[in-house]
């Protein structure tokens, strides 16, 4: 039983890797399907527009139906989303679906299954489980997943055979494999005794999204978590495209691995980061953010491969800080009936900033990427200020959770 948490964190891999597969192949739809520019970034678009919605709603659902089937509901979602997106040759009504469907299910293991595997990570099912793993195991998990997922994908599409078509069964295959283990994991969240939790508009209430703590240190910071990594692997391989000849293909797909990758190597660092006396962690991921959007500006001018590859490590390593580093915040200051609510509200969030590209796209007739990057620059230099400026406020009066992490010195 103490090990339940790495069958919820394997779906949630998969489900990461689901979702990501497409990004490294915006280019190879670009290129050799003849779709705009636009049109590709809206294909992302319809991913998040199936994501945002769901967050809000699949944490209320979880209180009410438990963990366990809105978490199975996800690996079906992926494995179903990915078959649409194999028919993607036939146009691009399969490919919007299957993004649309996508985006489901990474919401239903976002804030399901990060849930889950918290609640896996604590007494009675894990007695053992250092401070912190709640929010370490469920952010790595998914980091993994939206890396590894990029990276196969990419590599399948570049040097293997049917690109459109190949990614998409190794997906299907992997995630379908993770359904068994899946459905042996305990429960933690029984079905609600009478199948109602709270009444009407009521049940999908999260109050937590009004604290002060979290308007003043969550909110200014949430978007930029994806924000960056949209940046990183979506915006700068166009920018800096057409240098590469037929190595496009391969470099998006390197941008992505060095992205989620360095996300992923900096987790652990996070923890230590993190202070319950203040909100460190969520300004250093900022700062780290400002300074990785600047170096995007100066590889977005020279349109430098190398420096949009530098630009690709920093923006993930504030990514993987960021992400963690909110996770701590939210799980300290949230009720534990909220809880996987205010997670749904936080990826929610978050992935606002996933349209990044999408809107780029659509303003680069207006203005060029190197001036809208340093936009992009100064504005999270501006909520770097306001986060900075209440990172002492509003913190929980009662003694922290036990997944809570202590107070790191200095």
């Known amino acids: 039983m103490r090990r339940s948490w790495l069958a919820v964190a394997a779906a949630m891999f998969c489900c990461g ?32 527009v199936g994501l945002a919605p769901a967050l809000l709603v699949v944490g209320a659902l979880s ?9 199975v509901a996800a690996v079906i979602f992926s494995v179903l989303a990915s078959g649409l997106l194999a028919l993607g040759e036939a146009g691009p009504v ?27 990570s604590e007494p009675p099912f894990d007695t053992v489980a250092k401070p912190g793993a709640g929010a370490r195991r ?27 078509v190949t990614p998409y069964v190794v997906h299907v295959v992997l995630t379908a494999a993770v359904l068994p283990l899946l459905l042996r994991c305990p ?35 949430a978007p930029w978590v994806f924000g960056a990594a949209g940046v990183a692997y979506a915006t700068m391989p166009q920018v800096v495209g ?26 652990p660092i996070a923890k230590r980061l993190d202070r319950v006396t203040d909100a460190r962690a969520v300004v250093i991921s900022m700062i780290i953010m400002s300074c990785g959007l600047g170096i995007s500006v100066v590889g977005a ?19 993987g800080i960021a992400v963690v580093s909110g996770l701590l915040e939210i799980q300290r200051i949230t009720p534990a009936a909220e809880l996987a609510g205010i997670t749904g509200v936080y990826y929610a969030l978050a992935y606002v900033g996933f349209l990044l590209p999408t809107v780029l796209a659509a303003l680069s007739g207006l203005a060029s990427y190197p001036v809208m990057l340093g936009a992009l620059a100064l504005i999270a230099l501006t909520g770097t200020a306001v986060i900075a400026s209440s990172t002492r406020a509003h913190l929980p009066v009662v003694v922290p959770a036990p997944d809570a992490p202590e107070t790191v010195p200095g």
């Open 301 to 319: 001018y020279l349109r430098s491969p190398w420096l949009a590859l530098v630009a690709a490590v920093v923006l993930g390593c504030a990514y």
């Open 138 to 164: 469920p952010a790595l998990a998914l980091t993994l997943g939206f890396g590894l997922g990029a990276g196969v994908a990419g590599v399948l599409a570049q040097w293997g055979p049917w690109p459109m």
């Open 242 to 267: 057409g240098r590469l000849g037929h190595w496009d293909l391969a470099y998006s797909t390197l941008l992505t691995v060095c992205t989620l990758g360095a996300g992923a190597a900096v987790q």
């Open 63 to 71: 209180n009410r139906y438990g963990r366990r089937p809105l978490t």
């Open 187 to 221: 429960e933690t969240r029984p079905r609600a005794v009478g199948g109602v939790v709270g009444t009407g508009a009521s049940r999908f209430s999260v109050p937590t999204a009004r604290h002060p703590r979290f308007l003043r240190v969550i909110l200014p910071m």
């Open 94 to 120: 399969p490919i919007f679906l299957g993004r649309f469907v996508t985006g489901v299910a990474v919401a239903i293991a976002m804030a399901v299954g990060t849930t889950w595997t918290k609640e896996l």
């Open 17 to 48: 890797w689901g979702g990501n597969q497409f990004t490294p192949l915006l280019v190879m739809y670009r290129e050799s399907a003849g779709y705009s520019v636009l049109t590709v970034d809206e294909f992302l678009g319809a991913y998040v």
